[in-house]
């Protein structure tokens, strides 16, 4: 709830937010008004030049960013078929399903074994990421009560909401980073744009909420950088203990964001926040019975099932077999195929640049053009471009970091070196699977990048910013803003079998296919 709340403000203030409240063109492009590591060249702007830069800056462009994002996922909600598992976006029968098991059979958000959900496929033992399921079983329940028995639609349209808030968070975060707006909403284009994102924005899955805590632990820990406070801290807090009880991989990810915390700003320390907390509290002040009573549940969540998990079973997330018998556990598919992995000897392994660079390749190819776990061709040529310039970004990146500045607290640095980081714990963790496995890309999507792709390309698009100038940048943005357009939804349908859409909506589908086919190579 006090999460919901400090959302729909920030929500309502990047929706709303008036041109007086970012710094004005002129002084956005002239020296002085960006970071000392980021200026602009002095240089005479193009009448078309300023136009285009302030377009891209205004409320007008942040909006028509927006519609069009929720168009898309509008559509890939109301026409992506859901009944084959070839051909649903990425695991939307499993989450349905543990949805709608938690309406049926638990008031509880603790569940410690359900044996045989899932099917053929899955077995939960005790998983620690369980929030998004139990949170989305709510409607549910009320749309069961209202006589709706097929929930998908619905479900899908509130994770379109959950991944529309994710965008608005991420503006805000490089907002509040002093960030100009003509860097941060193209930015946010691009991101929204991609197949893989929209695709997940109009499915069912966990993702849709596991970026959104991503991006609040980013935009506090920004906020916490430009104004240190205990509220600030108070946020970061619980969203560090409820982001791991919806996806396992974001507590690496709370572990980067508090590292810098701990070891840069003192002023207000974690220590101190909580004995202002419980001080609070022993004077009944509301607001902070209100913080206790949340951070408590959440903290309270995560300890029961990672802490428990652990005590009881040696794991954070225990396999089928150390909860269930051997012959429950052969009920599962996973479990079965989990028994036919090798690990790849040392001296068979492929090396780790060799590696890296495939996994490059596939993770860019099943975020750029995806189905599902199927892949589809986007129009000729532009994958390829798109992932050249996704390696340049990552290039543009690391030669932009700063350590000693990191110190200094320079935080785009800091964003940078945290995406980074967190893109080579990936890669790592993919490495392990295929070394334990035998199988190079197994579990391995684009989406599990998300938490920190929109920075790793806003980042090095604020410093071409710098590099090409006032009046090249904006030739080079609209181009992007042109290409990443084209490869999401519109290749989609130009490319994707009509197979992959529900039968009502195939006739649609097609007109609009025939009439890209006509004007697209």
Aim: net charge positive; proline share 4%.
């Amino acid at each position: 709830m006090l999460v919901h709340g400090q959302l729909s403000k920030s929500i309502s203030i990047v929706a709303n937010v008036d041109l007086r409240e970012s710094v004005s063109i002129n002084e956005t492009l002239s020296e002085g008004s960006l970071p000392d590591d980021v200026q602009v060249r002095k240089e005479r702007m193009w009448p078309l030049a300023q136009a285009v830069t302030i377009f891209l800056g205004s409320r007008t462009f942040w909006v028509a960013t927006l519609g069009w994002f929720l168009i898309q996922g509008v559509f890939f909600a109301l026409t992506s078929l859901y009944t084959s598992k070839f051909t649903v976006p990425p695991d939307e029968l499993f989450h349905t399903n543990f949805i709608q098991y938690y309406a049926d059979h638990s008031w509880s958000p603790l569940l410690d074994s359900q044996e045989g959900f899932g099917g053929d496929w899955r077995d939960i033992t005790r998983p620690p990421q369980y929030l998004y399921h139990y949170a989305l079983s709510w409607p549910v329940r009320f749309l069961n009560l209202l006589g709706v028995d097929n929930v998908v639609v619905p479900l899908r349209l509130l994770n379109v909401g959950l991944a529309a808030a994710n965008l608005v968070v991420l503006a805000k975060t490089l907002l509040v980073c002093r960030l100009p707006k003509h860097v941060v909403y193209p930015a946010v284009f691009i991101f929204s744009n991609l197949m893989m994102y929209t695709l997940l924005a109009g499915a069912i899955n966990y993702d849709n909420a596991a970026n959104l805590c991503a991006s609040l632990l980013f935009y506090y820990l920004c906020k916490q950088y430009f104004s240190p406070n205990r509220r600030n801290l108070l946020f970061l807090l619980l969203l560090s203990v409820i982001a791991p009880i919806i996806k396992f991989t974001l507590l690496p990810l709370a572990v980067m964001i508090w590292l810098p915390i701990l070891l840069l700003f003192r002023r207000f320390e974690v220590l101190d926040t909580l004995q202002h907390l419980w001080r609070g509290l022993l004077a009944r002040n509301k607001k902070f019975l209100l913080y206790a009573v949340v951070f408590l549940v959440g903290f309270g969540l995560f300890a029961e099932r990672y802490g428990g998990n652990m005590v009881a079973h040696g794991s954070m997330r225990p396999a089928c077999d150390a909860i269930h018998s051997e012959e429950v556990c052969m009920q599962s598919a996973l479990y079965r195929r989990s028994l036919g992995f090798n690990e790849v000897a040392a001296n068979e392994r492929m090396h780790k640049a060799i590696f890296t660079s495939r996994w490059l390749v596939l993770n860019h190819t099943r975020t750029v053009g995806t189905l599902s776990h199927k892949n589809v061709a986007t129009f000729t040529k532009i994958e390829k471009i798109t992932f050249w310039l996704f390696i340049a970004s990552l290039l543009i990146m690391a030669r932009n970091i700063r350590l000693r500045e990191i110190a200094k607290r320079n935080i785009v640095s800091l964003l940078a070196l945290i995406s980074v980081a967190y893109l080579a714990l990936a890669a790592y963790g993919n490495y392990q699977i295929y070394v334990t496995s035998g199988l190079f890309g197994l579990a391995l999507q684009g989406r599990y990048v998300f938490p920190v792709y929109f920075f790793l390309m806003a980042i090095p698009l604020y410093y071409v910013a710098r590099y090409l100038g006032k009046n090249m940048y904006p030739v080079a943005v609209i181009a992007l803003l042109g290409l990443y357009f084209l490869s999401g939804m519109p290749a989609h349908i130009a490319r994707a079998d009509l197979g992959n859409y529900q039968a009502n909506y195939r006739d649609q589908v097609e007109t609009v296919r025939n009439v890209l086919h006509s004007v697209t190579p």
